[in-house]
């Protein structure tokens, strides 16, 4: 969970390499508490020696593509879809975390 002044705001998950649930709550939407949140994880997986992170986003999800792409994230054209109904269609999203080119990230 991600806190600010005694009040949950968001919420977060990571594993190894994967970034894989992400969430601000919407009254703060614009305010810029997702740039900061979403710095500060990756910033977590960099002191973990993590060198490379993916993640999927929903396609639908046209502000959260927005959002990712706009930090540095880039799509790598793999879709899948999730394990829930209506199984919507999720796109993988890379970043490099090592200062140097989009990593290859062959184990997902």
Known sequence: MIEQSSA???FAAIRAEEFMHFGIARE??????????HDAILDQ??????RGAWL??????ERGRRFYERLG???TGERSNSTFPPYPE???YEIDLAGGERPNLATH
């Not at 997986?45 to 993590?50: I, S």
């Not at 999927?56 to 999800?61: D, P």
């Open 45 to 50: 997986m960099r002191a973990k020696h993590v």
């Open 28 to 37: 703060l939407w614009g305010t810029g508490a997702a740039q900061a949140a």
């Open 73 to 75: 994230w880039a799509p």
């Open 90 to 92: 999720l796109l993988r």
């Open 8 to 10: 949950v705001v968001g």
């Open 56 to 61: 999927r986003v929903f396609a639908a999800n």
